[in-house]
């Protein structure tokens, strides 16, 4: 099977208790719980019985050590993962607000994370990867970015292929270098997969199927849209495939992104039809909404089977 490689942060997300609670006052806060969007997709993908590894770095404590173990319990290539003594491991507060948007305050750049670099470690799992997932999130320094570009580099140089989630907040589009960043990765992508707002950070195109067809004339050999309990949209160059979101009751938002991209990739490099490799993504990401925490809503490979099987043998609401 094709090995998945991704470069990124690793960092622990804690969240407010309660929706619309400020970060800035004292509060209840729930957590630390593994996370970092490639960190989320790497899981999702190894869950799913992909071999996959992640490139990035945590502090030599207990949040470092939470993830790097998750990681393994859970089948995933750890063997890229950093530890360093000097620095303490990336973090992630979150708070929700009443209209469904996320307020962050995070500390990636100054925390292990930033300290990402292409070791002998990576070295050897990018030797043995077949496909690059990037995280756009994880362009979060020049370092950072030209870990991705050379990572991008030796897997394309063997005929391996790249996805690319912009997965890109609010709190991060304006950082010196983002946006170039951001459309280098776009230059190199086969599989695109933004949320909403983000098929537009490329292009001036009005409406959705105009900027779509930009991104395929530009190479892009698949564009998938997500669309949150809507589901998602699958274009190439000859068909559309759309897909409704799996009724279920959404406890956690973060992370639906990044699993659906996860099982969408994974089934792609298995060399699946669109139609059930947008069915295991949307099962993924909703399976993700339901429980608090990014990655605690990762399913197995079995697990994501059975909700498929039960919810085809239910009526449509
Ligand atoms: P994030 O960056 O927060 O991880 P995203 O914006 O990249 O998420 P979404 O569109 O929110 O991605 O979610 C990805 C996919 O997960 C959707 O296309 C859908 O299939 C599934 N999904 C997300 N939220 C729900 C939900 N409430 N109910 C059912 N499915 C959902
Ligand atoms: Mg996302």
């Given at each position: 099977m094709k090995k998945l490689v991704s470069a990124g942060e690793i960092v622990v997300e804690i969240m407010a208790d309660r929706v619309d609670q400020s970060l800035a006052?004292?509060?209840?806060?729930?957590?630390?719980?593994?996370?970092?969007?490639?960190?989320i997709f790497i899981a999702q993908a190894a869950r799913l019985g992909q071999?996959?590894?992640?490139?990035?770095?945590?502090?030599?404590?207990?949040?470092?050590?939470l993830n790097i173990d998750r990681l393994r319990d859970w089948g995933a290539d750890v063997s890229a993962i950093a530890v360093h003594k000097e620095q303490a491991t990336g973090t992630a507060f979150v708070s929700y607000r009443a209209d469904g948007?996320?307020?962050?305050?995070?500390?990636?750049?100054?925390?292990?994370?930033?300290?990402?670099e292409i070791d002998e470690g990576a070295v050897a799992l990018l030797a043995g990867a077949d496909h690059f997932h990037?995280?756009?999130?994880?362009?979060?320094?020049?370092?950072?970015?030209?870990?991705?570009?050379?990572?991008?580099?030796?897997?394309?140089?063997?005929?391996g292929t790249v996805s690319f989630d912009p997965n890109i907040r609010k709190e991060m589009i304006?950082?010196?270098?983002?946006?170039?960043?951001?459309?280098?990765?776009?230059?190199?992508?086969?599989?695109?997969l933004p949320s909403g707002e983000e098929l537009f950070i490329f292009t001036d195109a009005a409406d959705e199927a105009s900027a779509v067809t930009e991104m395929l004339a530009r190479g892009i050999s698949a564009v998938i849209v997500k669309k949150g309990s809507?589901?998602?949209?699958?274009?190439?160059?000859?068909?559309?495939?759309?897909?409704?979101?799996?009724?279920?009751?959404?406890?956690?938002?973060?992370?639906?992104?990044?699993?659906f991209?996860?099982?969408?990739?994974?089934?792609?490099?298995?060399?699946?039809?669109?139609?059930?490799?947008?069915?295991?993504?949307?099962?993924?990401g909703a399976l993700a909404v339901t429980r608090k925490g990014p990655m605690e809503g990762i399913a197995t490979l079995a697990e994501v089977q059975a909700f498929l099987d039960d919810a085809i043998g239910r009526p449509s609401p």
């Open positions: 006052e004292p509060g209840l806060l729930h957590g630390p719980f593994p996370s970092g969007a490639p960190a071999p996959a590894g992640l490139i990035s770095a945590v502090g030599d404590d207990d949040f470092g050590h948007s996320r307020h962050f305050v995070f500390n990636i750049k100054n925390s292990a994370a930033g300290s990402i990037v995280m756009g999130s994880s362009l979060f320094s020049e370092r950072a970015t030209s870990v991705i570009l050379a990572g991008i580099e030796m897997v394309k140089r063997k005929g304006e950082l010196p270098g983002m946006r170039e960043a951001l459309t280098k990765v776009l230059m190199l992508t086969d599989i695109f809507a589901g998602a949209v699958y274009y190439d160059r000859h068909r559309q495939v759309t897909a409704q979101g799996f009724p279920v009751t959404e406890v956690d938002p973060t992370g639906a992104g990044d699993c991209g996860a099982g969408f990739v994974s089934f792609w490099l298995r060399g699946a039809h669109p139609e059930d490799a947008l069915r295991i993504a949307c099962a993924c």
